[in-house]
Each structure stands twice: as C-alpha cells, then as structure tokens.
C-alpha cells in the first residue's frame, strides 16, 4: 500500500488542503466508499467530520459513486463523472473507477461537514505555541 493523498475541500471558506496519508493512517480508510462519512480522527483531525465525495486510482480514472466495488469498467454514459458533454443524447463509453477505496486507489476527494477546533491553515505545531 502507497501512500494516499486526502484532498480536504471546505464549503465555507470554497478552499481546498492537500494532506498526504502515509500507509498506515491510509488503511483506516480502506473499504470506505463514496458518500459515506468518517470521523477525522482516523487522520490525526480531531474533532472534524468528513463525507467522501469521489476519487482517482493510480491511473487517474475517476470514482463513481454508482459503481459498486473496486473494479475499473468501461461503462456507457450520457452525463456524470468522467463524461464531458457532448451532443444532446449522446452516450460515451468511458473507463472509470468503482466506488470503493482499496490499496491502489490514488486520491481521495472529501468534503468537511463539522470543522474542529484546530484550523486546517494551522499546523500543529502552531497550535502548541
């Protein structure tokens, strides 16, 4: 297992954190899947709560939350993740990632839903001061 990166999107403020995830924190994420929630202190965030909202894997093919698994499939679409749009009615056959995460899975988008009292900004180191 790589490491993972956590892409930390914030509605309030409409910034986004980058936090890289070594092998052993990304674990605790293992088997989660898109749309489900988590406490941040699986990631050394106490006091903050997240919600997956999607993903890449190690080839850069996009998670969808309506593929169920880990598996990559060529799927036929008209609109959502992964498809640009095109004509009216048109369906593309794009490759894209399941919705579970699992040891080559690159990314991970999450979106938070209660912040703590610690600011993303800050390092920890700061906060000590």
Avoid: W
Wanted: net charge positive; charged share 30%.
């Amino acid at each position: 297992m790589a490491e993972l990166k956590l892409v930390i999107g914030n509605p309030k403020t409409k910034k986004s954190h980058q936090k890289v995830l070594s092998a052993d924190a990304s674990q605790s994420l293992m088997g989660l899947k898109v749309g489900e929630k988590f406490k941040g202190e699986l990631i050394d965030l106490t006091g903050y709560e997240f919600e997956i909202t999607g993903g890449s894997d190690y080839c850069g093919f996009p998670m969808r939350k309506d593929l169920s698994g880990t598996l990559r499939k060529k799927i036929l679409a008209v609109s959502g993740i992964g498809i640009t749009k095109g004509r009216d009615g048109m369906r593309q056959r794009k490759t894209v990632a399941g919705n579970t995460i699992f040891d080559k899975t690159a990314q991970v988008n999450v979106k938070i839903l209660k912040e703590g009292k610690v600011p993303l900004e800050e390092k920890p180191s700061e906060a000590a001061k």
